[in-house]
């Protein structure tokens, strides 16, 4: 049966945490999900480690499914907070001081840092992206043409990854020679679980060890010697004193890259995989690009929902539809149910590029403080990148099956056949 219509799976056979759950098909995990949402109070779910981590399992956490819960949790940071860690597991001492950063943090900290890396994402400083996103997608099809003139290939080594990429990089000022390094270890941190990325414990140490090293000397390289970069503009960046040290630069950095290109690329593969599943969409939009733009890339944001969860945990006993919360307890706010609540979205699994604006759709956040800070870059990113494809290939489809990452982090997309001509 087609997902969204009846189907639901029994509360009692629901088991978030096994691996297992985030491999199997698409279709029982949104039935998964539905059933969460029907189902009164909210359910509590064991957590899972790395087979050769040497920690043990925290203790679990409260699921939250509709789009309600979700809305509040994420606008309350007083009641739920972020800095008990923000993805399921705590997060290993040692690995603290690569991941805790901004993300991860709670007022007056967040405040303060948040303030600080705004000046990188100025009117000014995203005017300046704005030039070369155009340029990089034109080169980015250029590419793909040459090389597979046979008219196949995939869509996420040609097409899908290599913008965002190239933007996060150019941004941050790091070397052309060194970005296939850069996307080498953002999939491992972001692919942690899966085998094909390493998925181990160890591996994601090594990785966040040399990210980390990579950041800091660039850091400490640019406030020497300042450039037309994001980095100069964050080493230099100060408010009432305060700059950045260069421990806040190095977590900040590997934050940057890792969401500034394990996201996007995935936004613009789950489109192009539904722009093909649904001609009709496909045809109002790439008919009239103007005037759906806005609604669709909204649309495939919520559609996609890239981010499956974020983690807040209780700062005091409450209460959420009717489950009684203790304080030092987590929740997980799955955007991706929450992307599909019945409650909140006319007929939530119709891709729909002329979707309503509002209810808003929670791909990048539900709102509050930690909203996602490269939401308008992530916005330009996808509608260039469709602009561009829609006048040089319009009969760019998907031909085959996705390989899809494992992962109950992100709805990544590894592999995807597509064809032209
Ligand atoms: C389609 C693409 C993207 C999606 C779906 C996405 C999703 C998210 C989500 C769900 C959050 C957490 C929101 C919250 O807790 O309320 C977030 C935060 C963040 N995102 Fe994105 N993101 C995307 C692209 C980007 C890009 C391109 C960048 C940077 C270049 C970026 C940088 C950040 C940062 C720095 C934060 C943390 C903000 C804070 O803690 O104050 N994201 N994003």
Redesign the pocket.
Known sequence: MAPGTTTTVPLDEIQLSDPAFWTADRDHREATFRTLRDTPGLQFYDEWVFEDSPFAPGPGYFALARHEDVFAA?RNPQLFCSGGGVNIGDLPVELNEFYGS??AMDDPK?FRL?NLVAKGFTPKEVAKVERYVTDKAKGVVDRMLEANPSGECDFVEWIAAPL?LQI?CEMMGIPASDTDQIFAWTNVILGAGDPEYGGTYENLMKVSLDIFAYAQAMGEDRRANPRDDLTSVLMAAEIDGDRLTPQEFGSFFI??VV??NE??RN?ISHGMKALTEHPDQRDLWYGDFETHTKTAVEEI?RWAS??IH?RRTATADTALSGQTIEAGQKVVLF?NSANRDERIFTDPYRFDVTRPLTPAQV????G????????N??RREITVMFDELRRRVPDLRITGEPAYLESPFINGIKRLPCAWG
């Open positions: 994420s901004m993300i967040h948040r965002p996060i934050l940057l969401a500034g996201t996007t936004a944001v890239p981010v974020f955007y791909g990048f956040g539900a509050g403080p930690h909203f996602c800070l490269g939401a870059l992530a």
